[in-house]
């Protein structure tokens, strides 16, 4: 199978524009969950997305939304950038079998940098 | 408060020991996992190992082991036999609740950088 994707790898963006990150999970995978990860804050949970319903949600501000489609891809957006949104975005897909419960598979990441 | 402490910014150890890393966490939740990914320089989680709370046996994966103590609320992640691609960052994280509960939300610590020297 092929692993986690996600698109772009690395994006450059302006103070104040918005971007849209990409996420495609593994094959039959249909939990997307969507984690920022910066030197200062480290590994924080954004939001996780089961058949195309928002399941669970971090504390992040309205500025970030995400969705699912019917294909389990996801996408996360981020409105009027600021510049301590410059971090690894990393998306994980899980399904609700397996030996390990819930284990989430990550992809390698979009590195935002936002000037 | 935190809920998975890593006390080891940074770690060193020679090419073909063993190295412990360790973890602490908090929880009231009688159910839930323990995990250990290891992040390279690419960025890329790689998932180690697993234990569930109710598991009997400390968790085995190759070179890897985890030491699970949850009485002290640890799960300790033991590396054998150290090569040079184990340098990376490990991070220890945590997941509360079973099927019913937050599956898709991982805590994460703040990962320890080893250092493999050869």
């Known amino acids: 199978k092929a692993g986690v994707t996600q698109t772009p790898r690395y994006l450059i963006k302006t103070r104040g524009q918005q971007v849209t990150l990409s996420c495609s999970p593994i094959s039959g995978h249909r939990s997307v969950s969507w984690y920022q990860q910066t030197p200062g804050q480290g590994l924080q949970f954004l939001f996780e997305y089961f058949s195309e319903t928002q399941r669970n949600k971090g504390n992040f501000p309205g500025r970030f939304s995400g969705r699912q489609f019917s294909n389990s891809r996801s996408e996360m957006n981020v409105s009027t950038l600021e510049l301590g949104d410059s971090a690894l975005y990393l998306c994980?897909?899980?399904?609700?079998?397996?030996?390990?419960?819930?284990?989430?598979?990550f992809g390698p990441g979009t590195r935002l940098t936002v000037t | 408060a935190q809920k998975i402490t890593q006390t080891q910014p940074g770690m060193f150890v020679q090419e073909k020991e063993a190295v412990t890393l360790d973890c602490t966490y908090d929880?009231?939740?009688?159910?839930?996992?323990l995990f250990w990914y290891k992040q390279p320089s690419s960025g890329e989680m790689i998932f180690l190992i697993y234990q569930g709370s109710y598991d009997q046996q400390n968790a085995t994966e190759g070179r890897y082991s985890l030491n699970f103590q949850k009485a002290r609320k640890s799960a300790n992640l033991v590396i054998s036999a150290s090569q040079l691609g184990d340098s990376a960052m490990y991070f220890c994280a945590m997941r509360e609740g079973n099927y019913g509960g937050s599956q898709g939300n991982l805590i994460f610590g703040k990962g320890t950088k080893l250092s493999v020297k050869p």
């Open positions: 994980a897909s899980s399904e609700v079998t397996g030996k390990v419960p819930y284990e989430q598979y």
């Open positions: 929880t009231s939740d009688p159910s839930y996992g």
